[in-house]
């Protein structure tokens, strides 16, 4: 139920971006976090992960004002979830680490984007961005260490805050770029969901990680 729930949500979401129809995307949009962290009560999940989905939350509603100040909170509000994302990882992880290989790649990627993107931006925006973003990286990176489901998305969480701030620095952007923006956000959020549920499944003993 959970499931067709968010998956409607989504559809009308997307829909309505595609279509231009603001109305149904302020009505949508903010459904989505909120279902993905029932599913995860139903299922027993751990109230960091139901935290830090409602902390995404926080940063959708605040994101759908176009004012720099809630642009600001918005993304406070995300780093809030990225923190606890950090630490729920550490507590469901056991003695599991992030492949090698992630360490240059995510390194790499964080400075040629900053680098790239710091002229761009807004100045008052550009420490604050830079500093989300190598959070944002580190919990991209560190989701990893949770097998594929998570890994992948902490890359899509990552990918999509890329484009919107590629917006905010005036790049140029894919067609329908709230679309995009939306689907892969939407995405990234359910297999890091998925993803730490299905570890805690495979554990014998998921009572720490509930804290």
Excluded: N
């Amino acid at each position: 139920m959970l499931v067709a729930a968010f998956a409607l949500a989504l559809l009308t979401d997307l829909g309505s971006l595609v279509a231009e129809a603001e109305t149904g995307h302020r009505i949508a949009k903010p459904l989505l976090m909120p279902l993905i962290a029932a599913f995860v009560v139903v299922r027993g999940g751990p109230r960091l992960l139901v935290v830090a989905l409602l902390f995404g939350w926080g940063g959708d509603v605040f994101l759908l004002s176009g004012a720099d100040w809630a642009f600001l909170v918005g993304m406070a509000s995300f780093a809030v979830g990225h923190v606890c994302y950090l630490a729920l990882f550490a507590a469901v992880r056991g003695s599991a680490v992030p492949p090698r290989w992630t360490a240059p790649v995510y390194g790499t990627a964080l400075v040629v984007f900053v680098v790239l993107l710091w002229p761009g931006l807004p100045a008052e925006l550009r420490v604050p961005v830079a500093g989300y973003a190598a959070l944002l990286t580190v919990m991209a990176r560190q989701s990893t260490a949770l097998g594929l489901l998570a890994g992948l998305g902490g890359a899509l969480f990552l990918v999509s805050d890329l484009i919107i701030a590629t917006g905010v620095a005036d790049w140029p952007q894919l067609p329908e770029p709230d679309f995009w923006i939306m689907l892969i956000y939407s995405a990234g959020q359910s297999l890091l969901a998925l993803g730490v549920l299905g570890v805690l499944a495979r554990t014998t003993d998921g009572t720490e990680p509930r804290r």
